[in-house]
Nanobody, 111 residues
Framework: QVQLVQSGGGLVQAGGSLRLSCAAS????????MGWYRQAPGKQRELVAA???????NYADSVKGRFTISRDNAKNTVYLQMNSLKPEDTAVYYC?????WGQGTQVTVSS
């Protein structure tokens, strides 16, 4: 059983920053892909950023230049640094590793 434990998130004003963390219960090298999705109220879940199985990084167009995904292999942890946050970034953010999902973290950006 793989566990993904998320931390970070919360309430921030527009223009502010937050960092999300996702700690896996086993080596992140074992996952074919790992990243972050989000789901806003009334909207479909969407990819935010991810390390792909081919070793590249994908970002949603809406977050390019503002969000950065990174990883600490020694800590089995993936991060999402979110800068210049906008109200439209408000959503529940999920860490995903292969077929495993984290518990979700609320990010709320006030205008």
């Amino acid at each position: 059983q793989v566990q993904l434990v998320q931390s970070g998130g919360g309430l921030v004003q527009a223009g502010g920053s937050l960092r999300l963390s996702c700690a896996a219960s086993r080596s992140i090298f074992s996952f074919s892909a790992m990243g972050w999705y989000r789901q806003a109220p009334g909207k479909q879940r969407e990819l935010v950023a991810a390390f792909t199985s081919g070793g590249s990084i994908n970002y949603a167009d809406s977050v390019k230049g503002r969000f950065t995904i990174s990883r600490d292999n020694a800590k089995n942890t993936v991060y999402l640094q979110m800068n210049s946050l906008k109200p439209e970034d408000t959503a529940v953010y999920y860490c995903v590793a292969s077929v495993y999902w984290g518990q979700g973290t609320q990010v709320t950006v006030s205008s």
